[in-house]
């Protein structure tokens, strides 16, 4: 993990045409980099020194805590506390040797409660989900297909996406179901890896080799079920707190859901991506299926979503990817994968029971 981190850190430096020595903010996410891979071990590991006064702060946990790790290093830049921050995440489930069994075994909650009933597993708990949105408002195959043939259509398109084999319809219905109705290409990967990236002020970006790309809007939501509950306890399953963070984002930025050119939407398993288009403003309540249908899959088409294939078929990497591919598509580097003139995009992360949206733009 350290080795994967420093590389995804060295890069991001590399990038910016920094240097370890000009950083002095540090933030990532709470769950497990201040035990892994820690900012003093990060800098250690980069042959620099920490300054004298660091700016070292841990957001929110898992997938939210990266887009909230953002947030933190803007009010660091904003308030001059800090002037370079880097960002930085990694994961290795290799190795856990018992898959999710490990992780919820963990969990007192979860293991005296949920495992003896075999409530236990995400595709699990966001079947549930999906089977209730079902009952609601109707769920075609084909409207959770068409996020999953999205999904591999773009990551077809990005170098390094582990996902290369098209997939059509057909494909779809004949992979295994994993958990009803979700099948394979309906859930996250697993993998190893690491993403790292910096942050500063639109004064000192315009002085460095890119375009600027720049922190429009920031929202956190929350609900007041804790994680350890969240699947079994909820009030209302097809909402996510993303109706809470979606609102914040696009009022700090001063836009709305039809200003975006592209989304990058936390998509660990496809129903999650079809209730983030409702609670997001992209599409009205109970009309999320036919949106993913009719919105089209194409760099061209509306909203084109998770262009580097997302969670689902590029990598897992709790949401990190999405923010690096945001930020390639609005430096227009993508080549064959870029929505053509996307001057806005949006990116959101989900750590339950905490919901993070941003909103970018090419300065």
């Given amino acids: 993990m350290h080795a994967m981190t420093a590389e995804a850190a060295q890069f ?7 240097t370890i020595a000009e950083i002095d903010g540090f ?28 700016f070292i702060a841990y957001g929110m946990r ?25 960002c930085w995440f990694g994961l290795q489930l290799s190795k856990q040797s018992q898959g999710p069994r490990e992780i919820y075994a963990a969990d007192p909650v979860k293991a005296d409660l949920e495992m003896p009933s075999g409530w236990f597993g995400q595709p699990v708990y966001f079947a549930g989900i999906a089977q209730r949105y079902a009952h609601e408002y109707g769920l075609p195959e ?17 170098p390094g996406a582990m996902k290369q084999k098209p997939l059509d319809f057909d494909g779809y219905l004949a992979s295994p179901v994993i ?32 375009p600027v790309v720049s922190v429009r809007g920031i929202g956190i939501g929350s609900t007041p079920v804790p ?22 984002a696009f009022a ?19 129903i999650n991506t079809l209730l983030q288009f409702e609670d997001l403003g992209f599409a009205p309540r109970g009309e999320g299926a036919r949106f993913a249908v009719e919105k089209g899959r194409g760099l061209s088409d509306r909203l084109p979503t998770n262009t580097h294939g997302g969670l689902l078929a590029h990598s897992f990497s709790l949401g990190g990817g999405h923010i690096i591919e945001a930020v390639r598509q609005l430096r227009h580097e993508r080549g064959a994968g870029q929505v053509p003139g996307a001057r806005t995009g949006l990116v959101t992360a989900l750590g339950v029971p905490n919901h993070a949206t941003m909103i970018l733009e090419r300065s």
């Fill in 12 to 18: 991001a430096l590399a990038d910016s045409g920094l």
């Fill in 27 to 54: 933030v990532t996410e709470s769950s497990s980099m201040p035990h892994e891979v820690p900012a003093e071990e990060l800098v250690a590991a980069l042959g620099g020194r920490m300054p004298a006064s660091p």
């Fill in 62 to 86: 898992y997938g939210a805590g990266l887009v909230a790790a953002a947030e933190l290093a803007d009010h660091a830049l904003r308030s001059g506390r800090a002037n370079y921050v880097i």
């Fill in 142 to 158: 084909a409207a959770l297909a068409a996020i999953a043939i999205e999904a591999r259509e773009h990551a077809i398109r990005t």
């Fill in 179 to 210: 958990a009803s109705p979700l099948r394979g290409p309906d859930c996250a990967l697993i993998s190893d890896g690491a993403i790292a990236f910096v942050m500063t002020t639109t004064e000192r970006a315009r002085d460095l080799a890119h």
């Fill in 227 to 248: 994680g350890d509950t969240w699947f079994t306890q909820n009030p209302d399953y097809l909402i996510t707190p993303a109706a809470i963070s979606g609102p914040m």
């Fill in 252 to 270: 700090e930025a001063q836009m709305s859901p039809g200003d975006i050119d592209f989304a990058e939407l936390y998509d660990c398993f496809s």
